[in-house]
Nanobody, 112 residues
Framework: QVQLVESGGGLVQPGGSLKLSCAVSGISISDVDMAWYRQPPGKQREWVGGVRPTGALLHADSVRGRFTVSGDNAKNTVYLQMNSLKPEDTAVYYC??????WGQGTQVTVSS
């Protein structure tokens, strides 16, 4: 059974940082594409970035230079480091594995 469990969300002030984690079980992150998505209030879910089995990292234009995706194969966990957060980054953040496996999401709120 494949499970993805996100954690690390919360309330942060503009300009602050958060690091999200996605703990994976049932599959190895070194064998599949892993990605982060987010869904802002009232908007569609959008791709944020991802990591491939090759180690290649990809990031959406809207977050490039501020967010970094990474993976720890030993812990079978994927991370999303978010710096210089803006109010428009407020969203529920989801982890996804190839095969349409999704986590339950974690709320990130950027507000003063």
């Amino acid at each position: 059974q494949v499970q993805l469990v996100e954690s690390g969300g919360g309330l942060v002030q503009p300009g602050g940082s958060l690091k999200l984690s996605c703990a994976v079980s049932g599959i190895s992150i070194s064998d599949v594409d892993m990605a982060w998505y987010r869904q802002p209030p009232g908007k569609q879910r959008e791709w944020v970035g991802g990591v491939r089995p090759t180690g290649a990292l990809l990031h959406a234009d809207s977050v490039r230079g501020r967010f970094t995706v990474s993976g720890d194969n030993a812990k079978n966990t994927v991370y999303l480091q978010m710096n210089s957060l803006k109010p428009e980054d407020t969203a529920v953040y989801y982890c996804r594995a190839t095969g349409s496996f999704w986590g339950q999401g974690t709320q990130v709120t950027v507000s003063s």
